[in-house]
């Protein structure tokens, strides 16, 4: 029989998604809220900071991903716990990504 | 019968590769729903696996295209600035916005899905990823089980979101 695998890199997986569909979330809402964000998000200007938005995104949830790899590497780890917080950050980047609450924060 | 360049991309980005992201989400989830010991013996879990870590690959990969393509190469087009006097149906967005009645388009309709079309890719990647990791085993773990499969739910509704508002859009303001 085949050995049991560890929890700790699905976890790891699972968490750094989750983290890096918040700051998708927390970048919309930012570049409406605080002035001259856009500037440093737009990365490309055809696309603009759509770019830099989800570029960071993306960077934040490989990076995240790594690391939490590497700390759960072999490791189990409590799972329920690990599901608890990563729907609390997918909710949230939900709600951020949200163009009615989004753009509550947006400046007049 | 002709097609523009962009039509082509638009026509691939949304009709092709978000269609079958969409389409092939109903085969994963029923994969991942009836992958549990009682449903299924030994051999059939491991037959299941197989074709459920290929399944999820290939959409966490269709997802990754699209969001690419959207965001790189339909996008710049929906948002191009027009020049003075410009028809404004070459312009979606500008064309849009030009309009109360048709502006909620843009401030709602695109606005969401260029966002949150995002989080598809992402989190279907991360199921993939401990489907493959996992393999069997998964059916012994319920707990990441149910987790991973709504997961799932959450990156197809996203990519829902982001499909049904780019129908809409594509409709009453084409890429031209």
Known sequence: ?108 | MQVSARELWTVLHGLIFGSVFLAAFAGGLAGLYSLRPELATVQGVQERIRRLTAGTWVMALIAWITVISGTYIVYPWYRARPPENADLTFFPRAYLLAKPSTAAWHTFGMEWKEHVGWFAPILATAVAFVVAYYGPQLAREDRVRRTTLWLFVVAFATAGVAGLFGAFLNKIAPIR
């Open chain 1, 1 to 108: 029989m085949k050995e049991e695998r560890p929890s700790g890199p699905a976890a790891a997986a699972i968490l750094a998604a989750a983290v890096g569909v918040f700051v998708i979330g927390l970048l919309t809402t930012l570049n409406e809220a605080v002035d001259g964000l856009s500037r440093y998000l737009n990365w490309w200007s055809p696309a603009g900071p759509l770019t830099g938005k989800t570029g960071v995104g993306v960077i934040v949830w490989l990076l995240t991903w790594a690391a939490l790899g590497a700390r759960y590497r072999g490791a189990s780890v409590d799972m329920g716990r690990i599901a608890r917080w990563s729907w609390l950050l997918i909710l949230l980047g939900l709600l951020l990504t949200f163009p009615p609450v989004f753009e509550r924060f947006a400046g007049e």
